[in-house]
């Protein structure tokens, strides 16, 4: 399956700065990733789909402005975390879905582990 | 809106044993259904995918489907510690009102091994 990697795999941040988490497709070009946030012992959450070369969708009560998605090119979606606060720790992982396969699956990165001080 | 749910749990087997893993969905149309293992702290790795009504095996999981009940499960034969983790059923929408690839995932089965 897809192989995804994830940038950094762990960050600590002060209140008020911005973290940029980085997500790379390495082994085919991915028009689409997903980013999903989880939170101690509760299920993932998709926070948006980023499409290469066009806005991203989110999900309905993500923030747009706080967090920022850039899918610049086929192997590569970053996810920034404006402002960040401590409510913002959490755990975000990015998936990406082979969508060229039928029937396809979808693959996971290493995931990002965000604490906000 | 398109529900996945899980047997709460959390579950608990003892080694050998078999552990049962259920899920049920609300879209009808979905077509792929896929089971993921999530160890504590890590990010959620695919273990088994099905398509098509009945079982499919592989190695000590079989996954079994029911469409028309809605319901795939999951069977671990011969559990072992190592299988302890969380278990989180995945449903691919239909692509009505889906985003082409979405997974609808469940809240997923803590499952406990003990030797």
């Known amino acids: 399956g897809a192989v995804v990697s994830q940038h950094p795999s762990w960050v600590i941040c002060k209140s008020g700065t911005s973290v940029k988490i980085e997500c790379r497709s390495l082994d085919f070009q991915a028009t689409t990733m997903f980013w999903y946030r989880q939170f101690p012992k509760q299920s993932l959450m998709l926070m948006a789909t980023s499409n290469e070369g066009s806005k991203a969708t989110y999900e309905q009560g993500v923030e747009k402005d706080k967090f920022l998605i850039n899918h610049a090119s086929l192997t590569l979606s970053t996810l920034t975390v404006t402002s960040a606060h401590p409510e913002d720790s959490s755990f975000y992982i990015c998936?990406?879905?082979?969508?060229?396969?039928?029937?396809?699956?979808?693959?996971f990165g290493p995931g990002t582990r965000l604490t906000v001080t | 809106q398109k529900e996945v749910e899980q047997n709460s749990g959390p579950l608990s087997v003892p080694e050998g044993a078999i552990a049962s893993l259920n899920c049920t969905y609300s879209?009808?149309?979905?077509?792929?259904f896929f089971w993921y293992r999530q160890y504590s702290g890590k990010s959620p790795e695919l273990i088994m995918s099905?398509?098509?009504?009945g079982d499919k095996e592989d190695g000590r999981f079989t996954a079994q489907l029911n469409k028309a009940s809605q319901y795939v499960s999951l069977l671990i034969r011969d559990s072992q510690p190592s299988d302890s983790a969380t278990y989180l059923c995945?449903?691919?929408?239909?692509?009505?009102?889906?985003?082409?690839?979405?997974?609808?995932f469940g809240r997923g089965t803590q499952l406990t091994v003990w030797p």
């Open positions: 998936s990406v879905p082979e969508l060229w396969r039928i029937p396809y699956e979808q693959y």
């Open positions: 099905i398509y098509s009504n």
């Open positions: 995945a449903v691919k929408g239909s692509n009505r009102g889906s985003t082409l690839g979405r997974l609808y």
């Open positions: 879209d009808r149309g979905s077509q792929s």
